[in-house]
């Protein structure tokens, strides 16, 4: 069964360092998305993807990240200038198509700032 | 802007025991539910979801869920529950009108089943 790949699974790094999460999406799946869980806390969307161009972001999703499609098959994230508040769990997903499909979910990237 | 409830953070049964696990939504438009699981050291995985029709949902590995739109609910439940059931459930929501994608999660519940 295709599923959602993410590199690396643990990642750490200095505060003011910039990182960039990678993923795989399920290879026919058009919708990519980045969502985030803080230790403890409610898994929070971040942004969606499709077209090559963010379709939705939410408060979180500032000028510190971007996203990016930068060949056929990868999906990133870049946090620029990390900060403490950015440990977490981050979690990409991909679906076929938009509201009514499944959101299939990579193993996550747990980010640990220092 | 929609919310989720899980009011259970932690649920400890018995083998074989039956479980409920509450989700209530604020959100008066047509929604889609899921219920994803965790299990340990794993990615989320899909357990069941709703998008419309028969309200009663059968997911995998024996659970189920049932959509109460007048009490804007959709609890998952299980008659009888296996060791290997031990994980976090999250209950989540999404619009199914217009353009938004994202999902909106609950807390998450914390099932231990003893053996």
């Known amino acids: 069964e295709p599923e959602v790949t993410q590199t690396p699974s643990h990642q750490v790094t200095q505060m003011g360092q910039e990182v960039i999460l990678r993923c795989v999406p399920i290879?026919?799946?058009?919708?990519f998305y980045w969502y985030r869980q803080i230790l403890g806390q409610k898994v929070e969307f971040l942004v969606s993807?499709?077209?090559?161009?963010?379709?939705?972001k939410s408060e979180i999703f500032d000028d510190q990240f971007s996203v990016e499609r930068p060949d056929g098959s990868n999906f990133t994230l870049k946090i620029r200038s990390t900060k403490l508040e950015d440990s977490a769990m981050y979690f990409c997903a991909s679906s076929e198509y938009a509201s009514r499909q499944t959101q299939y979910f990579g193993p996550g990237t747990r980010l640990l700032v220092l | 802007a929609q919310s989720v409830s899980q009011h259970n953070h932690h649920v400890i049964l018995s083998e074989a025991a039956s479980l409920e696990l509450g989700c209530n939504y604020s959100?008066?438009?047509?929604?889609?539910l899921f219920w994803y699981v965790q299990y340990p050291g794993q990615h989320l995985q899909l357990l069941l979801k709703?998008?419309?029709?028969?309200?009663l949902v059968k997911g995998i590995k024996g659970f189920e869920a049932e959509f109460i739109k007048s009490k804007f609910s959709f609890n998952l439940r299980k008659p009888s529950v296996q060791w290997s059931d031990t994980a976090e459930y999250f209950c989540a929501v999404i619009l199914s009108s217009g353009s938004a994608r994202q999902l909106t999660f609950g807390s998450g519940t914390q099932l231990t089943v003893l053996p």
């Open positions: 959100y008066g438009g047509t929604v889609n």
């Open positions: 993807f499709y077209n090559n161009e963010i379709s939705e």
């Open positions: 709703y998008f419309s029709g028969d309200p």
């Open positions: 290879s026919n799946h058009l919708y």
